[in-house]
T-cell receptor
Framework: EAGVTQFPSHSVIEKGQTVTLRCDPI?????LYWYRRVMGKEIKFLLH????????ESGMPNNRFLAERTGGTYSTLKVQPAELEDSGVYFC??????????????FGPGTRLTVL | AQKVTQAQTEISVVEKEDVTLDCVYE???????LFWYKQPPSGELVFLIR??????QNEISGRYSWNFQKSTSSFNFTITASQVVDSAVYFC???????????FGTGTRLQVFP
């Protein structure tokens, strides 16, 4: 079974440009999460999809970040326009549909974003 | 507020030594889940263990063991007879039962030298 995949693995952009990150969850996983780790700090939650619906987007830093999950399969996270403080590693995770208790989240390899 | 603290930023050991990574958590929930993830140099987060708040039995998996103590709000991770391949950043995390999101500690970087 394929794990969570993310593309690209690295992205270097100039301040003010746009970047789109992609995440393909494990097949059959309805839950999809985005997290971010800014250098040296903890990994922080950004948002949670259940199928194509945003269940919780309380961690999204501001309206420069837009996440989508059309059709309930893969998800994209767009940053427009990018700022220096957006640099970090963006992780995607997925889990089975919940059945009362939270299931284990399986993570992808992350996308390292550098904004110059 | 919920919080996970990993006070050890970096630990260095020599191969075959035992090492314990500390994790202390804060939550007001009576039902919660705790996790450990490993991040090797390749970058991905690898799931190691999931423990719910009602199960205080210690767990052993090969050279890995976990000690969950609700009385001290700790969920410590011990690697016995460490190996170079154990070198990684280890994250402890707490699941927010209401929202399903994970709350992570800042991680502990373990370096095992030959």
């Amino acid at each position: 079974e394929a794990g969570v995949t993310q593309f690209p693995s690295h992205s270097v952009i100039e301040k003010g440009q746009t970047v789109t990150l992609r995440c393909d969850p494990i097949s059959g996983h309805d839950n999809l999460y985005w997290y971010r780790r800014v250098m040296g700090k903890e990994i922080k939650f950004l948002l949670h999809f259940v199928k194509e619906s945003k269940q919780d987007e309380s961690g999204m830093p501001n309206n420069r970040f837009l996440a989508e999950r059309t059709g309930g399969t893969y998800s994209t996270l767009k940053v427009q326009p990018a700022e220096l403080e957006d640099s970090g590693v963006y992780f995607c995770a997925s889990s089975h549909p919940s059945s009362g208790s939270p299931d284990t989240q399986y993570f992808g390899p992350g996308t390292r974003l550098t904004v110059l | 507020a919920q919080k996970v603290t990993q006070a050890q930023t970096e630990i260095s050991v020599v191969e075959k030594e035992d090492v314990t990574l500390d994790c202390v958590y804060e939550t007001r929930d009576t039902t919660y889940y705790l996790f450990w993830y490993k991040q090797p140099p390749s970058g991905e987060l690898v799931f190691l263990i999931r423990r719910n708040s009602f199960d205080e039995q210690n767990e052993i998996s090969g050279r890995y063991s976990w000690n969950f103590q609700k009385s001290t709000s700790s969920f410590n991770f011990t690697i016995t007879a460490s190996q170079v391949v154990d070198s990684a950043v280890y994250f402890c995390a707490l699941n927010d039962y209401n929202t399903d999101k994970l709350i992570f500690g800042t991680g502990t970087r373990l370096q095992v030298f030959p």
